[in-house]
């Protein structure tokens, strides 16, 4: 099983940043696709944007597009996701995961929280 853990969460204000980072175990990650979902509670979890294994193809949810970028580091085996322009709906636990069809391939970390409030 592949291990992550996520960090980089926090409490900011709407129109801020935050970069997520997601450091995932193993010596094989250069060959994973990864992605980043999220999940508000009551709600199901949603994938917010994936990227192939060499980083060189990315997908975003609507809700994200154009303000959230996602990318991979396989020196550090370490997957990020920058989001600019926070809005209060984009508060959520956030996780990494490598993406199998319309599941994911491996259990979940613990997620970093992410609290956009004015």
């Known amino acids: 099983q592949v291990q992550f853990v996520e960090s980089g969460g926090g409490l900011v204000q709407p129109g801020g940043s935050l970069r997520l980072a997601c450091a995932v175990s193993g010596s094989l990650f250069r060959f994973y696709h990864m992605g980043w979902y999220r999940q508000v509670p009551g709600k199901q979890r949603e994938l917010v944007a994936t990227?192939?294994?060499?980083?060189?193809?990315?997908n975003y949810a609507d809700s994200v597009k154009g303000r959230f970028t996602i990318s991979k580091n396989n020196a550090k085996n370490t997957v990020y996701l920058q989001m600019n322009s926070l809005k209060v709906e984009d508060t959520a636990v956030y996780y990494c995961?490598?993406?199998?069809?319309?599941?994911?391939?491996?259990?979940w970390g613990q997620g970093t929280q992410v609290t956009v409030a004015g």
């Open positions: 990227i192939t294994s060499g980083g060189g193809s990315t």
């Open positions: 995961n490598r993406p199998n069809g319309d599941g994911t391939r491996d259990s």
